[in-house]
């Protein structure tokens, strides 16, 4: 088992910028890739960002490509560097993990049930 802590979430204005961190304990070890959700009120969870945990290779959905960016340090962290944020930014961000090698599926890579441990979420809150 994997375990997740997210931080870095708050409050900040269009146009502004956030960095979310996830630290991952436990069998990190066995983590094939990493990924970022979110989740905004009344709406289901979606695909944020993803990255492949040897190759450091990164996918992103549509509606934040060019403006995040996901990484990931020689330890067991994952960034979400988010630039340009806008208020439909706004939500719960969650950090995953997928110890099964899924994500290695193209068409899984933005699959929430590739990833089977999960953090607890930090909210990004972006005003108008």
């Known amino acids: 088992q994997v375990q997740l802590v997210e931080s870095g979430g708050g409050l900040v204005q269009a146009g502004g910028s956030l960095r979310l961190s996830c630290a991952a304990s436990?069998?990190?070890?066995?983590?094939?890739?990493m990924g970022w959700f979110r989740q905004a009120p009344g709406k289901e969870r979606e695909f944020v960002a993803a990255i492949r945990w040897r190759t450091g290779s990164t996918y992103y959905a549509d509606s934040v490509k060019d403006r995040f960016t996901i990484s990931r340090d020689t330890g067991n962290t994952v960034y979400l560097q988010m630039n340009s944020l806008k208020p439909e930014d706004t939500a719960i961000h969650y950090c995953a993990a997928d110890t099964r090698d899924l994500t290695f599926y193209s068409n899984r890579r933005s699959d929430q049930r590739s990833f089977d441990s999960w953090g607890q979420g930090t909210q990004v809150t972006v005003s108008s």
């Open positions: 436990g069998r990190a070890f066995s983590m094939y890739g």
